[in-house]
């Protein structure tokens, strides 16, 4: 990976930890924060210290998830900051133990609001020149998606972001396509799908395109599907663990095809 093409990577979803503050109140295992998590995001994102800057979260989505506005929390929606259920529709938390607005205040001071203030430190004291905010996806859609029960493909990209109902673009579509089909390719040799290699997606509802894609500095959302890892071959369901060496060649091929498209747009 070039040192010269200053980027900032996010990784918001790839946390497992519980909150301290919410320590057992909660009703999901171990095995539901790991499934609800981007599983093997950080190890499959991560690239050279000094090809950019890498930000990320350790907590889990369920209990504090960055890529929504601070403001939406249960019972508005079920998928806000603070969530009540998981996308397959299981409760988060035990009867009555929703934490309340108090609770909810202490623990955005302590883990949303410094994640994204240091987004905003990062943007504003580097000369960054483009965003990718990375995730991981199930092979089939879950239960509480818009795909519900369909196949995905192993690469997915997205160039626009929901801003109050105007749709914004984050990105050219032409970046898109061709981060698209890059990986796509790269990757096809890795794993298949009956949904194809890759897609550029609709408009993405996620707070943190909305907030930092629509600023000028082009930003673009990239999954990669869990089929690539999540197996027979490389996962072991008991313990919940995925091979490290699969993981390592998986970001050598990721880094291979971030470089290949860095090169071409900057």
């Known amino acids: 990976m070039s040192a010269r093409i200053p980027i900032l990577t996010v990784i918001p979803h790839g946390g497992l930890i519980v909150p301290e503050e919410l320590s057992g109140y909660e009703e999901v295992t171990p095995f539901n924060i790991f499934f609800e998590s981007d599983s093997g ?11 950019g800057s890498v930000i990320k979260s350790g907590i889990s989505r369920l209990f504090v998830d960055m890529d929504r506005e601070f403001r939406m929390l249960y019972p ?128 993405s509802s996620g707070y943190i395109m909305k907030n930092y894609g629509t600023k000028g500095i082009p930003m673009l959302r990239l999954s990669l599907s869990r089929s690539l890892f999540m197996n027979d071959r490389y996962f072991d369901l008991e313990g919940l663990q995925i091979d490290n060496r699969r993981m390592s060649r998986l970001n050598e091929i990721y880094r291979t095809g971030l470089e290949r498209f860095l090169n071409k747009y900057f």
């Open 41 to 51: 995001a950080d190890a499959l994102f991560s690239t050279n210290a000094d090809a």
């Open 76 to 203: 508005s929606t079920d998928d806000g900051v603070i969530k009540s259920k998981t996308s397959m529709n299981k409760t988060i938390f035990k009867d009555g133990c929703y934490p309340d607005e108090i609770a909810i205040s202490n623990i955005l001071k302590r883990y949303y609001f410094p994640f994204h203030e240091k987004m905003r430190e990062t943007l504003k004291e580097y000369e960054v020149i483009f965003i990718i905010e990375c995730h991981t996806h199930t092979a089939v859609g879950p239960e509480n998606s818009p795909d519900r029960g369909r196949p995905r493909p192993l690469v997915i990209t997205e160039y626009t972001a929901d801003n109050n109902d105007v749709i914004l673009k984050t990105a050219s579509p032409d970046m898109a396509m061709d981060l698209a089909s890059i990986m796509g390719r790269l990757f096809s040799a890795e794993g298949d799908t009956v949904a194809g290699d890759y897609r550029v997606s609709g408009n």
